[in-house]
């Protein structure tokens, strides 16, 4: 599905009210230069995501709707579910980072083209020298979950969007279907993954 540029609050209301599908919807300004900068990568993310809809809302242009759903700054980019946020990704992100984090996890395919249940999107935030971080990345391929790696201490500009989400800075932290963990817990990564218990570290 094509990006649906918002001229308008009515259209807006009508595509989050229509939809029985998960709607994303991304805010940004012309005034911000981050907002600008991530601009590209938001639209491309668009262009390649035929599930859900994806609608772009210029603050500067359409106002006051960003305040209806607690967007206080651009670039914000948030899912609505039943009228309500589901998920938010505040400041500036690639292309991939939006596709892990709004991708459809109701069904995957498998190898032979058939639908089956899926798993949240991962995100691993790891350091270098960081035992446990090992140890998480083990976990979750042992029970074949997949999952995108930051390694914030090559990465610090990732580093800073982690600790900007969760307040804090150590590794590993996890972010599974937009909830996040800090450390190893593996009673809460096995509740959000839907692992059964004892699966083995």
């Not at 599908?21 to 907002?35: L, Q, Y």
């Not at 900068?37 to 106002?63: C, M, W, Y």
Request: charge should be positive; aromatic fraction near 10%; hydrophobic fraction near 35%.
């Amino acid at each position: 599905m094509s990006l649906i540029v918002i001229r308008e609050i009515a259209e807006f209301d009508s595509i989050v009210e229509k939809n029985e599908e998960t709607v994303i919807a991304g805010f940004f300004g012309e005034f911000s230069s981050v907002s600008r900068a991530t601009e590209e990568a938001f639209r491309k993310f668009a262009s390649g995501n035929k599930d859900q809809p994806i609608l772009f809302v210029d603050v500067g242009v359409l106002k006051g709707i960003h305040k209806r759903y607690g967007v206080s700054s651009v670039p914000t980019v948030i899912s609505i579910a039943d009228g309500k946020v589901v998920q938010k990704i505040v400041g500036r992100q690639d292309e991939d980072y939006y596709y892990n984090a709004f991708q459809s996890h109701d069904a995957v395919l498998n190898t032979a083209g058939e639908k089956k249940p899926g798993f949240p999107s991962v995100t691993v935030w790891v350091g270098d020298s960081c035992v446990w971080c090992t140890r998480v990345k083990t976990y979750l391929r042992k029970n074949r979950v997949p999952f995108r790696e930051v390694n914030v201490s090559r990465d610090p500009s990732g580093a800073s969007a982690l600790q900007a989400r969760t307040g804090q800075v150590g590794v590993p932290q996890l972010s599974i279907g937009g909830r996040y963990i800090v450390g190893f817990d593996k009673v809460r990564i096995d509740e959000y993954l839907g692992l059964k218990p004892g699966n083995g570290a």
